[in-house]
């Protein structure tokens, strides 16, 4: 699933190796942040789209995008006594394979929505929206929105979301509480304190489900892992030609195996020296290595948004990333060459590739 900024388009393979089949536009003229294909049962393709004239909302499709469905009423809404609407459909994600039903969407303003049906319908998670920090959280350029959303595989109850700007924030008990978890995650930004209690911006996280206390962050400026589940946070920034990007994404089955994509600075967002180059680390970010066999080498002045890198659930994975300029890309060696699946697409915004 390829989300851009002017509507969505498919990219298919068979699983004999031949080329990509690119199908699209569809859901034409709207923004689409967030997709997911929920593989737990029969497939289910979900796609947050935004239109300058409806409004956002939540579709989805149960023939693999041949037909798409919205319910009569806004499957995303913010109850009346918030005193907000809804802005943008940011994430979604499936929860734990222990709860088959179960899709979280993340949104801006901050919150976090829980379906109980499949995604048909969705309830605001009350504890987070109510979080006595919420007048403290501030927008980002894009937004203030909770962007990234982990639920823990071993336990439901346990749920960790990422937002710019606020920070890491986790819940243990299903969602009724919620703590900052940035411990070692700096924020330079702020006046009074480099490692405040939450505040950070984070751009992105990514867990392995095999090793799901081990979680990468990538920040507004900074790398970071963590071992113990977001109690603490370490850099692994060192060896990286920059640590300002927005994507990081982890390999399924090595969860020491994770890739990013570095820009230049905040003030820059240009990839170092105009060369296209995902950069891999295969030892939990103690070391990183750019891999560019098949990419742009110069003159690729881009840039790769948050959720437009992902991982398939393929043994090995396959490991694709959209641009700013509209090409996607697609490696099936753990990004040791690229092929291009797509170019001239507008503004990718969101990507998510799935086995089916």
């Not at 009724?176 to 411990?183: K, M, Q």
């Amino acid at each position: 699933m390829i989300g851009t900024r002017k509507g969505l388009w498919l990219a298919r393979r068979n699983g004999d190796g031949g080329g990509w089949q690119l199908a699209g536009p569809q859901l034409p003229m709207t923004e689409v942040y967030a997709v997911a294909v929920d593989t737990r049962g029969a497939p289910r393709l979900l796609a947050g789209t935004e239109s300058p004239h409806f409004g956002p909302t939540l579709v989805t499709s149960d023939d693999l995008g041949n037909s798409w469905q919205e319910p009569d009423h806004a499957p995303i809404a913010f109850p009346a006594d918030t005193g907000t609407a809804l802005r943008r459909v940011w994430q979604i994600v499936p929860g734990p394979v222990s709860e088959p039903e179960v899709i979280y969407a993340g949104a801006q303003p901050s919150a976090l929505f829980r379906s109980e049906d499949g995604g048909s319908n969705y309830e605001l998670v009350r504890g987070l929206w109510d979080h006595p920090h919420r007048a403290e959280w501030f927008p980002g350029a894009g937004g203030q929105a909770v962007h990234t959303i982990l639920p823990d595989p071993r336990e439901p109850s346990r749920v960790l979301v990422g937002m710019s700007t606020g920070g890491v924030y986790r819940t243990v008990d299903g969602g009724s509480e919620w703590r900052p978890a940035n411990s070692g995650i700096r924020a330079y930004f702020m006046p009074e304190d480099d490692y405040p209690e939450f505040g950070q911006c984070v751009h992105k996280m990514a867990r392995n489900t095999s090793s799901p206390d081990r979680i990468y962050l990538q920040n507004h400026h900074g790398v970071y892992r963590s071992d113990d589940g977001a109690d603490t946070w370490e850099s692994i920034a060192e060896g990286l030609p920059a640590d300002f990007g927005f994507p990081v994404g982890v390999d399924p089955v090595d969860p020491d195996t994770v890739y990013t994509f570095p820009l230049v600075a905040d003030a820059h967002r240009f990839p170092p020296e105009g060369s296209c180059r995902i950069y891999r680390s295969r030892d939990a970010g103690r070391s990183w290595e750019g891999l560019g066999e098949g990419l742009p080498r110069e003159g690729f002045w881009s840039a790769v948004m948050r959720d437009a890198l992902c991982l398939d659930d393929a043994d090995p994975a396959g490991v694709y990333f959209g641009s700013r300029s509209g090409e996607v890309y697609a490696s099936s060696d753990r990004g040791e060459s690229w092929t291009l699946v797509a170019e001239h697409l507008p503004d990718v915004l969101s990507l998510r590739a799935a086995v089916v």
